[in-house]
């Protein structure tokens, strides 16, 4: 299913000084060397490669289909997109086949379907957290449960640079760097893995969230685990 054309008028015109300008840095691309290809049998472009460097500097591999909610309620559903966790831009692919990008100074939160799996798993990106360490409110952050405690994660994306011990050769590589936050009462705060804390910020179902870590034993440090356990939190 593709996207609408209106949607690409109406973006140009309501976002034109914003695209040109994001147009002409994804022509040029100044961070790194790069190439689109568009000739997927599905007219889906390939993912975008880095020269020399190892990886790619998205979510996933390939361009997937999701929806983009703008800041102005305007939202755009079933369009091909990646979110690029170097620059925390999202690219999409309009109706003529070619790449517009956008940042998260216009775009409140991104959906993105998962079809490699058994399962069709939805992704949702979403901006405007309060700024903490070093994440600025127009970063995406994946949300992983929602409710009176929110847990979420910010992923970044950086271009490391190691040397093999055994052959000596030099290999560049996107590294993922994930960090866990939770949000209660509007205040963001980094969450500790590990079973007092999540007790203490959980403290008025103290109780029921123990009795639950002890007939569901896992690792704090896993995510899905920490998942679920913030399910359960938020629908009791």
């Given at each position: 299913?593709?996207?609408?054309?209106?949607?690409?008028?109406?973006l140009c015109?309501y976002?034109s000084?914003?695209?040109?300008?994001?147009?002409?840095?994804?022509?040029?691309i100044?961070?790194?060397?790069?190439?689109?290809?568009?000739?997927?049998?599905?007219?889906?472009?390939?993912?975008?490669?880095?020269?020399?460097?190892?990886?790619?500097?998205?979510?996933?591999?390939?361009?997937?289909?999701?929806?983009?909610?703008?800041?102005?309620?305007?939202?755009?559903?079933?369009?091909?997109?990646q979110l690029?966790?170097?620059?925390?831009?999202?690219?999409?692919?309009?109706?003529?086949?070619?790449i517009?990008?956008?940042?998260?100074?216009?775009?409140?939160?991104?959906?993105?379907?998962?079809?490699n799996?058994?399962?069709?798993?939805?992704?949702?990106?979403?901006?405007g957290?309060?700024?903490?360490?070093?994440?600025?409110?127009?970063?995406?952050?994946?949300?992983?449960?929602?409710?009176?405690?929110?847990?979420i994660?910010s992923?970044?994306?950086?271009?490391?640079?190691?040397?093999?011990?055994f052959?000596?050769?030099?290999?560049?590589?996107?590294?993922?760097?994930?960090?866990?936050?939770?949000?209660?009462?509007?205040?963001?705060?980094?969450?500790?893995?590990?079973?007092?804390?999540?007790?203490n910020?959980?403290?008025?179902?103290?109780v029921?969230?123990?009795e639950?870590?002890?007939?569901?034993?896992?690792?704090?440090?896993?995510?899905?685990?920490?998942?679920?356990?913030?399910?359960?939190?938020?629908?009791?």
């Open positions: 299913m593709f996207i609408r054309v209106n949607f690409i008028l109406w015109c976002y000084i914003a695209l040109v300008a994001q147009t002409q840095q994804m022509r040029s100044a961070k790194f060397d790069t190439q689109y290809t568009l000739t997927d049998a599905n007219g889906l472009p390939f993912n975008r490669s880095v020269l020399g460097v190892e990886g790619f500097p998205y979510v996933f591999a390939d361009f997937k289909y999701g929806n983009i909610h703008l800041r102005n309620g305007k939202v755009t559903n079933s369009i091909p997109l690029d966790l170097v620059s925390h831009q999202v690219h999409f692919v309009s109706a003529t086949k070619e517009g990008i956008m940042n998260g100074d216009f775009i409140k939160q991104i959906s993105i379907s998962d079809t799996q058994l399962v069709v798993r939805d992704y949702i990106f979403r901006t957290f309060p700024a903490i360490d070093k994440h600025k409110e127009n970063e995406f952050y994946h949300v992983l449960s929602e409710g009176r405690i929110m847990l994660k992923m970044n994306k950086s271009i490391e640079t190691n040397k093999n011990e052959s000596g050769e030099i290999v560049k590589e996107f590294a993922l760097k994930e960090d866990y936050y939770f949000i209660a009462d509007g205040v963001i705060k980094r969450l500790k893995k590990d079973k007092d804390f999540l007790l910020i959980m403290s008025d179902k103290r029921k969230i123990n639950y870590m002890n007939l569901n034993k896992g690792s704090f440090k896993n995510e899905e685990y920490l998942i679920n356990l913030f399910m359960y939190y938020n629908s009791n």
